[in-house]
T-cell receptor
């Protein structure tokens, strides 16, 4: 069955520290992947996306993610976290091969807290 | 400014009443979606629409209904048949079905 796993429900980091949020997927076809961020009580904002090509993708707000097909992962990274990065982060995976039967599969999210 | 608007931001209803949540987009996107978000459960797909006058059930469509009479609008009705309607509802759109989605600010519905 297709699935997306974000193993960490909640992460706390200190401001200025580096960050890595994990996303693992199980998908039978060629995937495309997204990371979204959600501030409390708000909608989701796209951070970055991977469809093809360079497996290291740059996004907004200083985030980057690396697609590793061999590990079925698409981890999100930031070298230095700011207090304003505190939010919920969602990974989503879709398929390039499944036609109109494809859907986006969403992870359950990782809540990020930032200590001053 | 292009974007997606959802209104109202907060909505309160008594049990047994139907309520309609508004979603409008001026991005000229063909596809639109409704999600429900509950704490710890991520996003769950209620309904989606690929084009005008067409929509499909998502994973949790029971107790909900939608219409897509205009490209810009995709209202969601939460009926009295929905057993646990209190939640945060998110509308999204994309150029094509299942492409990168743009989200509205959400509507928090409370039913008592």
């Amino acid at each position: 069955a297709q699935s997306v796993t974000q193993p960490d429900i909640h992460i706390t980091v200190s401001e200025g520290a580096s960050l890595e949020l994990r996303c693992n997927y199980s998908y039978g076809a060629t995937p495309y992947l997204f990371w979204y961020v959600q501030s409390p009580g708000q909608g989701l904002q796209l951070l970055l996306k991977y469809f093809s090509g360079d497996t290291l993708v740059q996004g907004i707000k200083g985030f980057e993610a690396e697609f590793k097909r061999s590990q079925s992962s698409f981890n999100l990274r930031k070298p230095s976290v700011h207090w304003s990065d505190a939010a919920e982060y969602f990974c989503a995976v879709g398929s390039l091969n499944a036609g109109n039967n494809r859907k986006l599969i969403w992870g359950l999210g990782t809540s990020l807290a930032v200590n001053p | 400014d292009g974007g997606i608007t959802q209104s109202p931001k907060y909505l309160f209803r008594k049990e047994g009443q139907n309520v309609t949540l508004s979603c409008e987009q001026n991005l000229n996107h063909d596809a639109m979606y409704w999600y429900r978000q509950d704490p710890g459960q991520g996003l769950r797909l209620i309904y989606y629409s690929q084009i005008v006058n067409d929509f499909q059930k998502g994973d949790i469509a029971e107790g909900y209904s939608v219409s897509r009479e205009k490209k810009e609008s995709f209202p969601l009705t939460v009926t009295s048949a929905q057993k646990n309607p209190t939640a945060f509802y998110l509308c999204a759109s994309s150029i094509r079905l299942w492409d990168e989605q743009y989200f509205g600010p959400g509507t928090r519905l409370t039913v008592t």
